[in-house]
């Protein structure tokens, strides 16, 4: 699974909901099963539509991509919940929208308008997180400055720390097995021109690439002829250059894998996977530490930027303690949310959960009825920002209503949207969990009798040769992936993908 980072002024929503770019000819009910896993749609549209329209990103759009074909429900599911309690760490609940559906593809290949080639589609999820605290209405961006090297690492941390946990395929595991190699070249190559010193780091490219760099000491000297050059790891696998340009106090880390030795050598990447203990060494850092830094810090005023940079390290985890406090009590937010979040006390010592990767059938979670309508460090993660169900999922609204009643600026869409669907008489419906999976229980022991019974009267008739032929025509399978069998009791034939 790989996580992209991404945002844009207006029109998820509607991408979301009907699908539609300009190169695409399929609408999102054709090409997509849609299954909501966490938030609701309409609150956070009207959240994102409450933001002054300034022509800045009003969200976040996070993208979890994933290499296996097919992901079940519940492991979907557990993943967002994962992945929302790590990112969102330093928040409490009700100081922010969080909305995620998955697309499951019904379409599993569709062409490549550029090379007219058959591309598979994967899994995927879509994360959408208005940049407003809901409590304070100030700006609101939990990943914070993605150009910072040590920001990278630990994002990247959470990602491989849930590929670890549910035994899902790394992008560092699979870089020239995908099919669309080029476009993670170019990926990268952009992702170079949203770092520090891009002017620098392009400049180095475009060098590399014009005047045909294929030995790793005529790029130091390249490299060298812009300042000071240091070799960091020298001589381990991880070795990197970084150069200190005239006036800077800092040195300037060369860490793309486009300026490594094995890309300038053979023009392939390396990417580094790192370790268990190095995931768990820089998650800790997220939680307790940088995560806080983004929220409490960094968006803060020059002075307090300045001064924490003074601060030794223990003294800044005294001064980031503090601002915790004095923001916890001004904002009348209570402790038992405070100590719920993870990371707010400073407590964290290791993950928070084991590291070791586990089989996908031992990872799956309670789930209530989830009905279905018919980054990366080295390759790093993060797209350009974008312009561009379906049922609700109450359980954060639920635990907003279980603290203390107290008003805060933001909470009136909520409340409005609560509201219509309760005078509607839907909202009691599903607010009865009992009610809600005795009827569900009753519909699905229903429809299992009635599929039965239909997939029967189907296996009898069906011309299995037939049936691949226009499932290839409708959904653009690859009929030479799918076997056709029959069943050990002799009955008509069983369709099995090969993957």
């Not at 940079?309 to 915790?324: A, G, N, V």
Request: charged fraction near 30%; include cysteine.
């Amino acid at each position: 699974m790989i996580v992209r980072y991404g945002g844009g002024n207006d029109g998820i929503v509607d991408y979301l909901i009907n699908g539609r770019k300009a190169e695409r000819q399929y609408t999102r009910d054709e090409l997509d099963h849609r299954v909501v896993l966490d938030g609701d749609l309409q609150t956070t549209d009207k959240i994102i539509d409450s933001i002054e329209n300034k022509s800045q990103e009003r969200y976040l759009h996070i993208t979890l991509s994933f290499h296996e074909s097919h992901v079940s429900n519940e492991v979907l599911k557990a993943v967002v919940d994962d992945y929302k309690k790590l990112l969102m760490n330093a928040y409490h609940p009700d100081e922010y929208s969080f909305y995620a559906e998955a697309h499951l593809p019904k379409i599993r290949h569709i062409q490549d308008n550029s090379t007219g080639e058959l591309v598979e589609r994967k899994p995927h999820i879509h994360i959408v997180i208005p940049k407003v605290n809901l409590i304070t209405e100030k700006f609101l961006n939990p990943v914070g400055d993605v150009t910072k090297g040590h920001t990278i690492e630990q994002l990247d941390a959470i990602q491989e720390f849930i590929n670890n946990k549910y035994n899902l395929d790394s992008p560092k595991d699979y870089p020239r097995k995908d099919a669309d190699y080029g476009k993670i070249i170019s990926r990268v190559k952009g992702d170079l021109y949203k770092e520090h010193h891009s002017e620098l780091k392009g400049e180095l490219l475009s060098r590399i690439e014009n005047e045909k760099i294929e030995n790793y000491s005529v790029f130091k000297d390249i490299v060298a002829e812009y300042g000071e050059l240091r070799i960091r790891n020298a001589g381990k696998t991880n070795e990197y250059l970084a150069v200190k340009l005239p006036g800077d106090k800092k040195y300037t880390n060369l860490k793309s894998p486009l300026f490594r030795q094995n890309y300038i050598e053979t023009r392939t990447l390396t990417l580094e996977k790192p370790t268990p203990k190095e995931i768990e060494k820089r998650l800790n850092t997220w939680l307790n530490k940088t995560s806080q830094e983004i929220k409490h810090i960094f968006n803060q005023a020059e002075k307090t930027r300045e001064l924490y940079k003074t601060l030794s390290p223990s003294q800044q985890i005294d001064f980031l303690q503090e601002r915790i406090k004095e923001y916890d009590s001004r904002e009348k937010l209570n402790e038992r949310n405070s100590q719920q979040t993870s990371g707010r006390t400073g407590g964290y010592k290791s993950c928070p959960e084991k590291l070791a990767r586990i089989d996908q059938s031992e990872a799956t979670v309670g789930l209530s009825r989830m009905p279905q309508r018919g980054m990366v460090y080295g390759i790093n993660g993060f797209t350009r920002p974008d312009s561009v169900s379906v049922l609700s999922d109450i359980s954060q609204r639920d635990l907003a209503e279980q603290l203390p009643q107290r008003e805060h600026p933001g909470q009136d869409v909520r409340r409005d949207y609560d509201r219509q669907f309760t005078e509607s008489g839907i909202k009691s419906l599903e607010r009865s969990s009992f009610l809600c999976e005795t009827m569900f229980q009753t519909l699905n022991e229903a429809a299992e009798k009635n599929e039965i019974t239909t997939m029967a009267e189907i296996r009898r008739n069906i011309d299995p040769v037939r049936f691949l032929s226009s499932a290839a025509e409708r959904f653009n399978i690859i009929p030479a992936q799918h076997k056709i069998r029959t069943a050990k009791d002799g009955s008509p034939p069983v369709f099995c993908g090969e993957s």
